[in-house]
């Protein structure tokens, strides 16, 4: 077995683990602090909004041996605006140009066609901005429509708790995301927008995972004393973390390909768009189940009285045994003249699994208090 399964087998068996929920606090700073630098950078820089959603001009050139940056250099000059400038297998240039009207289209059509160099006639093709809006208008409608409907199937499925658990978590991924298109500057297009709503579902399955690993892992919680809801959320997350960072590397490699070696290197600008609202959104989809969605669960859970009273029996449990000179691992134990403790949900989940630290699940109890 690798390395990274053997570290999984021992999380799914509860015998190692990080305490996300307990440090939740820290990464509540993090988040928070994460994302109000993306709402700055999106207040200060804004979208760079594409042509589609600004209107302009889009010219093809015929067969031209003018480089890129000289052809954009001289868009620039022509228009007065900003010019997005790709090289087409034929050795033709597409230029696209926004916020220009049709006089101011044909006008900078001939000056390119002059600095190019060129005989033939340059292609120029109008786009208006409300083709960009409609798409932004009935796309915000579908994101409004799909954040209902989370919220609901979540709510019956598992609980309200939950369901405001992973909104929350859907709103701080959709943030962090559109901060870093205004942070870096790239353009935001309709595939953009696709992009944007493709993260949401994968955000939304990474949470549900751990959410339903949890609910198997709280069933009848209140029948014992062993652990507190905390404490089971915790080893929730552990459980399915392997699971989760090998679903978010699968996903993210293909995705860094198209960021990395298709816009970047290779210098297939157009791949940018969507890519990089992929590749940030999966990333932050991963963290959140992880790091946000789960421990605002465990917040919320533990201000019931039901879940209070739990964590003061397990607390007293402890101090009992820590009384009686034994350890925290031995306070789990039944103890003679108690209620026997049921194992919360069936411990054959990975996320169910319950048990403390450092022990083995086969480990075989001490005759001493059994």
């Given at each position: 077995?690798?390395?990274?399964?053997?570290i999984?087998?021992?999380?799914?068996?509860?015998?190692?683990?990080?305490d996300?929920v307990?440090?939740?606090?820290?990464?509540?700073a993090?988040?928070?602090?994460?994302?109000?630098?993306?709402?700055?950078?999106?207040?200060?820089?804004?979208?760079?909004?594409?042509?589609?959603?600004?209107?302009?001009?889009?010219?093809?050139?015929?067969?031209t041996s003018?480089?890129?940056?000289q052809?954009q250099?001289f868009?620039?000059?022509a228009?007065?605006?900003?010019?997005?400038?790709?090289?087409?297998?034929?050795?033709?240039?597409?230029?696209?140009?926004?916020?220009?009207?049709?006089?101011?289209?044909n006008?900078?059509?001939?000056q390119?066609?002059?600095?190019?160099?060129?005989t033939?006639?340059?292609?120029?093709?109008?786009?208006?901005?409300s083709?960009?809006?409609?798409?932004?208008?009935?796309?915000?409608?579908?994101?409004?429509?799909?954040?209902?409907?989370?919220?609901?199937?979540?709510?019956?499925?598992?609980?309200?708790?939950?369901?405001l658990?992973?909104?929350?978590?859907?709103?701080?991924?959709?943030?962090?995301?559109?901060?870093?298109?205004?942070?870096?500057?790239?353009?935001?297009?309709?595939?953009?927008?696709?992009?944007?709503?493709?993260?949401?579902?994968?955000?939304?399955?990474?949470?549900?995972?751990?959410?339903?690993?949890?609910?198997?892992?709280?069933?009848?919680?209140?029948k014992?004393t062993?652990w507190?809801?905390?404490e089971?959320?915790?080893?929730?997350?552990?459980?399915?973390?392997?699971?989760?960072?090998?679903?978010?590397?699968?996903?993210?490699?293909?995705?860094?390909?198209?960021?990395?070696?298709?816009?970047?290197?290779?210098?297939?600008g157009?791949?940018?768009?969507?890519?990089?609202s992929?590749?940030?959104?999966?990333?932050?989809?991963?963290?959140?189940?992880?790091?946000?969605?789960?421990?605002?669960?465990?917040?919320?859970?533990?201000?019931?009285?039901?879940?209070?009273?739990?964590k003061k029996?397990?607390?007293?449990?402890?101090?009992?045994?820590?009384?009686?000179?034994?350890?925290?691992?031995?306070?789990?134990?039944d103890?003679?003249?108690?209620?026997?403790?049921?194992l919360?949900?069936?411990?054959?989940?990975?996320g169910?699994?319950?048990?403390?630290?450092?022990?083995?699940?086969?480990?075989?109890?001490?005759?001493?208090?059994r």
């Amino acid at each position: 077995m690798s390395r990274l399964g053997t570290i999984g087998a021992r999380l799914y068996r509860g015998e190692v683990g990080y305490d996300f929920v307990g440090k939740r606090k820290i990464w509540y700073a993090v988040s928070i602090l994460i994302t109000i630098t993306a709402i700055v950078g999106l207040a200060v820089s804004g979208l760079n909004m594409g042509i589609e959603f600004k209107g302009g001009a889009v010219f093809t050139t015929p067969k031209t041996s003018v480089s890129v940056a000289q052809a954009q250099e001289f868009a620039e000059e022509a228009s007065g605006h900003p010019a997005i400038v790709q090289k087409l297998g034929n050795d033709t240039l597409r230029i696209q140009v926004s916020e220009l009207d049709t006089a101011q289209a044909n006008t900078v059509g001939k000056q390119l066609a002059e600095d190019l160099n060129i005989t033939g006639e340059i292609n120029a093709e109008l786009v208006g901005p409300s083709w960009g809006e409609q798409i932004a208008n009935k796309a915000w409608t579908g994101l409004g429509v799909f954040m209902i409907l989370v919220v609901v199937y979540l709510a019956i499925a598992f609980e309200w708790r939950m369901a405001l658990a992973a909104l929350v978590a859907l709103i701080h991924d959709i943030t962090i995301t559109v901060g870093i298109y205004a942070l870096v500057g790239f353009e935001v297009t309709p595939g953009t927008v696709i992009g944007l709503l493709t993260i949401l579902g994968y955000s939304l399955y990474d949470t549900v995972v751990v959410f339903d690993s949890l609910k198997e892992g709280t069933k009848d919680i209140t029948k014992q004393t062993r652990w507190t809801y905390s404490e089971i959320a915790n080893r929730s997350i552990n459980g399915t973390l392997v699971r989760s960072i090998n679903t978010t590397v699968v996903a993210l490699l293909p995705v860094a390909g198209l960021l990395f070696i298709g816009g970047g290197f290779l210098g297939a600008g157009m791949l940018n768009d969507i890519s990089l609202s992929l590749f940030v959104g999966l990333a932050a989809g991963a963290y959140s189940s992880i790091f946000i969605a789960t421990p605002l669960v465990a917040d919320l859970k533990e201000r019931e009285p039901a879940m209070k009273a739990l964590k003061k029996r397990v607390l007293a449990k402890r101090a009992a045994a820590a009384a009686r000179g034994e350890s925290a691992e031995d306070a789990s134990e039944d103890v003679p003249g108690e209620p026997q403790d049921a194992l919360p949900g069936a411990a054959a989940t990975a996320g169910a699994v319950v048990g403390q630290r450092g022990r083995g699940r086969g480990r075989p109890s001490s005759g001493k208090r059994r």
